[in-house]
């Protein structure tokens, strides 16, 4: 009896020991099936991954609806929008003086949301292009946003608005174009930056890039506040197609025809520097600095169309 308790219990062990060893070995081979089957996961996502990216980066690259054009020195986004498919375009600008003309902005999301309604508008041979905010910061101090706003949203502080007038360097926009340009501008009756040298920020350096890439057909910019349309002159004399542009857009709108600005001394101005590159652009004061007159303004564009449709 003695020996039989001890062979069983042999045998238990040797048992035990058997299946042990056997789930051991079943333990590590299903360990690493199941790491071979995480790792292909993790890869496969990876990889899912670098589709989506991939897919988002070609769908912004094919969206030419609209499009960044630089960054303002606190790193705003310039935005253009871009309406048709022709070859010719055709510039709107708004914006350049911020939130001191913040209706200016206005008007060019105006026009944005005009021509997506009226696309068809537009000749086969032309693309248009707003870019509502050219001083991003400077609208911002005065309206909290880069992004399309409503009258409610401006600051009233006079003193908020004229800050707005300027980007963040402090620097007047409008007198850091190489024409005629000098470090100390004037407006008005007040000196201004000019910056440090012509295109020395980031904002006026953008539309130069944009400009002499693209070649504008013709460039409308509005500011205000006077109820004028301007020629643009760069000592070269005004090309005959800036005439007859701001011909056509003072007859059409009801504003006022006039020549070369000569309120005060004016030093690197962006639209004659435009007439220095050879393109034909036109300066188109509101009235008011609070009213955008989108009737007259839509007028004046569908004058402009008309001309390029002909």
């Given at each position: 009896?003695?020996?039989?308790?001890?062979i069983l219990l042999a045998f238990l062990l040797v048992s035990a020991a058997v299946y042990y060893f056997i789930n051991q070995e079943q333990q590590t081979y299903t360990k690493e099936e199941t790491g071979v089957e995480i790792a292909t996961s993790t890869e496969q996502a990876e990889v899912k991954k670098e589709e989506i990216a991939t897919t988002t980066k070609t769908e912004s690259v094919n969206n030419k609806s609209e499009s960044v054009i630089g960054k303002s020195i606190q790193g705003n986004e310039i935005k253009a929008f871009h309406f048709g498919n022709g070859t010719k375009e055709l510039l709107f600008i708004g914006g350049i003086h911020g939130g001191y003309s913040w209706n200016t902005a206005l008007v060019g999301f105006e026009a944005i949301d005009?021509?997506?309604?009226?696309?068809?508008?537009?000749?086969?041979?032309?693309?248009?292009?707003?870019i509502p905010i050219l001083n991003p910061d400077g609208l911002k101090k005065v309206t909290g946003t880069?992004?399309?706003?409503?009258?409610?949203?401006?600051?009233?502080?006079?003193?908020?608005?004229?800050?707005?007038?300027?980007?963040?360097?402090?620097v007047d926009l409008n007198r850091n174009f190489a024409c005629e340009w000098q470090a100390t501008g004037m407006w008005q009756d007040k000196?201004?930056?000019?910056?440090?040298?012509?295109?020395?920020?980031?904002?006026?350096?953008a539309i130069k890039n944009y400009v002499t890439k693209n070649k504008p057909l013709a460039i409308v910019t509005w500011y205000s506040a006077e109820?004028?349309?301007y020629t643009s002159d760069c000592q070269k004399g005004i090309?005959?197609?800036?005439?007859?542009?701001?011909?056509?857009?003072?007859?059409?709108?009801?504003?006022?025809?006039?020549?070369?600005?000569?309120?005060y001394a004016l030093t690197g101005d962006m639209?004659?520097?435009?007439?220095?590159?050879n393109i034909p652009a036109i300066s188109v004061l509101l009235t008011t600095h609070d009213q955008t007159e989108w009737n007259k303004n839509q007028a004046g564009i569908e004058a402009i169309l008309k001309h390029y449709t002909e």
């Open positions: 009896m003695k020996y039989f308790l001890i005009w021509f997506k309604k009226n696309n068809s508008i537009i000749p086969k041979d032309v693309k248009v292009t707003v880069t992004e399309k706003f409503t009258a409610s949203q401006v600051n009233q502080s006079s003193t908020v608005q004229t800050e707005g007038r300027f980007n963040a360097n402090g000196e201004v930056s000019g910056g440090k040298e012509a295109f020395s920020e980031p904002e006026a350096q109820g004028s349309v090309l005959p197609e800036t005439q007859t542009l701001t011909d056509l857009y003072a007859k059409a709108s009801g504003y006022k025809s006039e020549k070369n600005f000569d309120h639209v004659n520097w435009f007439a220095s590159q």
